[in-house]
């Protein structure tokens, strides 16, 4: 099983050294005994960069979690299994949804907190996210209230801390509305949380900033209803 070094509070490390596991060159992607790429997951999309060993080097253009193997999908030389490979991620690009996750918790807990609605859909992307809540109807001036909410959050400069919790007090502590935690399987325990401030705790396993100060701001440049009582809001960061 491939080791995850980001895992549960390294996001800011960006090389790293490892050996390869498996090499499958027929579906073009190979294994590693330790990773800092993250895999697509949680909404987020998976990390990119490049790997390079004595006689070789590939970018990695794509990573996967499946059948309990994280997928490093290649595109140049193929290392051998056994090889020693030095890795180093795309940093601008894990940055940017490092600052984009943490602002759509920040969104999350902000419309939880002002019109009782839960997040039920949203996708991260490095230019522009979107959030689907549920049930609610909002009104230009609920856009705008929400706008203003998660930047007065942000501008407090709260702490982000990231840990493994066991389930049950996990279960204990997450505010009502906040997440799914029975779509999580019951096998997965502990739980890695996100903890903004020491108030909102939700479980994640995506890769976030250590402080809500580099987030920067958000600006909501899109908001349209998804049928009943269910609304889109979609954010870039300036």
């Known amino acids: 099983m491939t080791e995850l070094l980001y895992y549960p509070d ?7 050294d490892s050996t390869v596991s498996k090499v499958k060159s027929v579906d073009g992607y190979i294994c590693l005994d330790e990773t800092l790429f993250f895999p697509q997951g949680g909404s987020q999309p998976a990390d990119q960069g490049k790997i390079d060993w ?3 080097e590939a970018q990695i253009v794509d990573v996967q979690k499946e059948d309990g193997k994280i997928k490093h999908y290649i595109q140049g030389d193929v290392p051998e299994e056994g090889e020693k490979v030095h890795g180093e991620i795309n940093w601008d690009r894990r940055y940017k949804l490092m600052r984009m996750h943490t602002a759509q918790h920040i969104m999350s807990w902000v419309v ?12 991260i992307k490095q230019d522009k996210t979107r959030v689907d809540f549920k049930p609610v109807d909002f ?4 856009v705008e209230k929400i706008e203003k ?3 007065s959050l942000i501008k407090k400069e709260l702490e982000v801390e990231k840990s493994e919790i066991p389930r049950q007090e996990l279960e204990n502590r997450v505010q009502e509305g906040r997440t799914k935690l029975d779509i999580i399987p019951d096998n ?4 890695r949380a996100i903890i903004i401030g020491g108030e909102d705790i939700c479980p994640c396993s995506g890769t976030h900033v250590d ?8 600006k909501i440049v899109n908001n349209k209803s998804k049928g009943a009582n269910k609304e889109r809001l979609e954010f870039k960061l300036e």
């Open 139 to 142: 009104s230009e001036k609920d």
């Open 211 to 218: 402080n809500l100060n580099e987030i920067g701001r958000i």
């Open 112 to 123: 939880l907190n002002m019109y009782n609605a839960e997040t039920y859909s949203l996708q």
């Open 188 to 191: 997965i325990d502990p739980l």
């Open 10 to 16: 390294n996001e800011y490390e960006k090389e790293f």
């Open 54 to 56: 004595k006689n070789g």
């Open 149 to 151: 909410g998660v930047n």
